[in-house]
């Protein structure tokens, strides 16, 4: 009697058309769940970039702004042709949005030459500029400096507390200046609103004096 008779020997068989069908929709899920994930990191690392850079240039424009300011200087200057301009100009609206003359512009070769300069924030097509005359008493538009400081940007709004005003709180806050007459005149203090596009405006505060200037950041 055989010592294999109380075995039954089964037939080995392949793997059928349906059980391959189902390896594949489960390894194309996975593979469609792995690319999605890699898709949303690099959205996210996309959109983290893009958010980094924007600080960075609201960073730039703030300290710009707070350079140019700290050197600012409460003084009527005269152009070649004897027009008076006022220490500063603030329009909504207008061609430049804030202008103002500032000192301390560097000289490292000591040339015989002021260290006045007149300075002039805009914004055109959404780009902020800043725009500098090294001679204050010559406005022609052919020798303007100019720098581009920001893109994508919605709006570049001046508020102005004028010096006989109630504070930073009580205002009241106006869109022009010079006021009253006072062209030798500077304002207490600058509320500089910037908005980009998808963005909540941010702002800051600039509190001036004759001679320099305090700050302090909103948003």
Do not use: C, H
């Amino acid at each position: 009697m055989s010592s294999r008779a109380g075995f039954a020997w089964a037939p080995q068989r392949g793997i059928t058309l349906l059980e391959v069908l189902i390896a594949t929709v489960i390894m194309a899920t996975i593979a469609t769940l792995a690319f999605s994930s890699l898709d949303v990191s690099e959205r996210s690392a996309e959109i983290s970039e893009e958010k980094m850079l924007q600080i960075q240039q609201f960073d730039r424009v703030w300290m710009m702004l707070e350079n140019d300011l700290r050197n600012i200087r409460a003084m009527v200057t005269g152009t070649e042709f004897t027009e008076k301009v006022p220490a500063m100009n603030v329009s909504y609206g207008d061609q430049y949005n804030l202008v103002f003359t500032r000192a301390g512009r560097s000289n490292p070769l000591f040339f015989p030459r002021t260290e006045l300069a007149r300075v002039g924030y805009r914004l055109e097509d959404g780009v902020l500029w800043r725009d500098v005359w090294v001679d204050p008493r010559n406005p022609d538009e052919d020798i303007i400096r100019q720098q581009k400081i920001m893109d994508d940007v919605e709006d570049f709004k001046i508020e102005v507390l004028p010096s006989n005003g109630g504070g930073v709180k009580q205002g009241p806050w106006v869109e022009e200046w010079p006021s009253g007459g006072a062209p030798g005149m500077l304002p207490l203090a600058l509320r500089i609103n910037l908005e980009l596009e998808n963005r909540e405006p941010v702002y800051r505060l600039f509190r001036l004096s004759q001679g320099g200037l305090g700050t302090g950041q909103g948003g």
